[in-house]
């Protein structure tokens, strides 16, 4: 089934795709929200009437846009800034204890924020800085606030929705998809490969995730998307990209043709129990068999749990990966 919106198309753009949306009774977390499509997302959703929460590292720059998007929307627009670094661990834990104590419901996440083509780095977790970045930290992001987005749909009877930004880059990986066990490894890492493989994890996450969800009931949905090429920022650490984004950026999509993908999944009512799917410019889309692969996606779920839900230190987590190399060789 072709499911998206009549009409809807790369050029929409996110309020086209949300217009006569009333979004007053939906609260979302957007991470990454202080450039390019993320913010766009914040302040679509904030005109169209939702509380929004702008999850970012840079919590001046977020301040900014809040009140960027506050004299546009109006002073009725209820915008919260919370300091969430997604490439560590320990941040999102931290993100997470603070959002709770707000007492404010949780009825749609967006794991917006990424970077892309960076070279080889290990987070402060000790994990590869695109997976770290990209995939683990909305990981756990997305698995310890899953309580909180049950609890709001069945009190509120409004379904929940998870987006994972991805790519249509996660059909772009390493051979195996994932390198679980090299994941670390700085021999044989390819920039762009180690992207794909980050946003293909999303993908994964996000089929073992509606498994899960579909089979206890819960009304929460989870699907991912691409955004398309667009002209954003993302590829400041890799020169050529960022270079060729720049000298193309005319054929590319505006940022905000970019993010009407994610808020037409986010607030769409044509979507309504749809979860587990990939979406391109608004329409149902066909990921690789890759992203379709449910033994991987399980494999990944466990290996992730490992990583994030363990609260092992780095060190703990480097000694493990130099182990299980060895033991390959």
């Given at each position: ?78 915008i919260h800034v919370m300091e969430l670094d997604v490439s560590s661990l ?133 699907n991912s998307v691409h955004p398309g090429a667009v002209a954003t920022k ?65 494999n990944l779920w466990h290996f992730s749990a490992e990583l994030a839900l ?20």
């Amino acid at each position: 089934m072709n499911r998206g919106g009549i009409g809807f198309g790369s050029s929409s753009t996110a309020e086209q795709v949300t217009e006569g949306i009333d979004a007053s009774h939906i609260t979302a977390i957007v991470t990454g929200a202080t450039s390019g499509i993320g913010r766009e997302t914040a302040r679509v959703l904030a005109l169209r009437g939702a509380e929004v929460v702008i999850a970012a590292r840079n919590v001046e720059l977020a301040n900014e846009v809040r009140e960027a998007i506050m004299q546009e929307v109006g002073i009725h627009a209820r915008i919260h800034v919370m300091e969430l670094d997604v490439s560590s661990l320990q941040s999102v834990r931290k993100f997470v204890i603070s959002f709770k104590s707000k007492n404010l419901p949780l009825n749609v996440l967006i794991n917006n924020a990424g970077i892309m083509g960076c070279p080889f780095s290990l987070s402060q977790d000790g994990v590869e800085l695109q997976f770290a970045t990209n995939y683990l930290g909305h990981f756990l992001l997305t698995n310890l606030l899953l309580d909180k987005m049950k609890s709001t749909a069945e009190e509120s009877k409004i379904e929940g929705r998870i987006v994972h930004v991805s790519s249509m880059v996660h059909k772009y990986t390493y051979d195996s998809g994932i390198r679980m066990h090299k994941i670390n490894e700085a021999a044989g890492y390819s920039t762009h490969k180690a992207y794909g493989q980050s946003k293909l994890a999303l993908m994964l996450h996000a089929n073992e995730l509606s498994r899960r969800l579909t089979q206890e009931k819960a009304n929460v949905t989870i699907n991912s998307v691409h955004p398309g090429a667009v002209a954003t920022k993302i590829a400041r650490h890799h020169t050529l990209l960022a270079f060729a984004t720049s000298l193309f950026s005319v054929f590319l999509k505006s940022i905000a043709q970019g993010a009407a993908t994610q808020c037409f999944v986010a607030l769409h009512p044509s979507l309504c129990k749809v979860t587990g799917k990939y979406f391109v410019d608004c329409k149902e889309a066909k990921p690789s068999s890759l992203a379709m692969d449910a033994e991987l996606a399980e494999n990944l779920w466990h290996f992730s749990a490992e990583l994030a839900l363990s609260k092992r230190s780095s060190k703990t987590l480097r000694e493990q990966n130099q182990s299980t190399t060895s033991e390959e060789t």
